[in-house]
């Protein structure tokens, strides 16, 4: 078994910051890409970032500059931290791990269950 769980979100003013985390336990191997999804009301789950094992990270453009993504390997865990939030920011934001369970080959992509962050005006 494999779970992600992630850090609770909340609701912060414009302006404000917010770090999210989560951690991958459970029957792991290797952890190749962690990444963070957001999906806000009526719209399509978005990559926001994403960082492999060796720390090079990618991330979407409208975060660019506010949020950073890291990950500690020994803990299995990755972080997010959003500054300069916006109510646009406003989304349930979901933890992905890419990884590889004991005696296989193929690396599979799991997900947390998704926590809520509210940005008011």
């Known amino acids: 078994q494999v779970q992600l769980v992630e850090s609770e979100g909340g609701l912060v003013q414009a302006g404000g910051s917010l770090r999210l985390s989560c951690a991958a336990s459970g029957s792991i191997s290797s952890i190749n890409a962690m990444a963070w999804y957001r999906q806000a009301p009526g719209k399509q789950r978005e990559l926001v970032a994403a960082?492999?094992?060796?720390?090079?990270?990618n991330y979407a453009d409208s975060v660019k500059g506010r949020f950073t993504i890291s990950r500690d390997n020994a803990k299995n865990t990755v972080y997010l931290q959003m500054n300069s939030l916006t109510p646009e920011d406003t989304a349930v934001y979901y933890c992905?791990?890419?990884?590889?369970?004991?005696?296989?080959?193929?690396?599979?992509?799991?997900w947390g269950q998704g926590t809520q962050v509210t940005v008011s005006s």
């Open positions: 992905n791990a890419n990884l590889r369970r004991p005696g296989t080959v193929v690396y599979y992509n799991y």
């Open positions: 960082i492999i094992s060796g720390g090079s990270a």
